[in-house]
């Protein structure tokens, strides 16, 4: 009910200590997204690289199929000059 309760910068303060204790932890890691609280907890930060593995089933060649189709039928954005 009260938006100034933030149970989960308080759960990532709680383990940040708890890895602090530990030398053989060196970095804690908020994983992905660009939340401005992470960077305001955050000593660096590291770009984070994405990959998507499918099988080559006929389901999958089919979707992918589809999604290049809609690239090409979506309109493309006119600028004025």
Wanted: hydrophobic share 35%; with cysteine; aromatic share 8%.
């Amino acid at each position: 009910e009260d938006n100034k309760l933030k149970p989960g910068m308080v759960a990532h303060y709680l383990a940040i200590q708890e890895c602090l204790k530990d030398p053989a932890i060196r970095e804690y890691d908020f994983l992905a997204g660009q939340q401005r609280y992470k960077k305001s907890m955050a000593t660096g930060e590291r770009p984070l690289d994405w990959v998507s593995l499918m099988r080559g089933t006929p389901t999958v060649r089919l979707f992918q199929l589809l999604r290049r189709l809609r690239g090409y039928l979506r309109p493309t954005p006119v600028t004025s000059p």
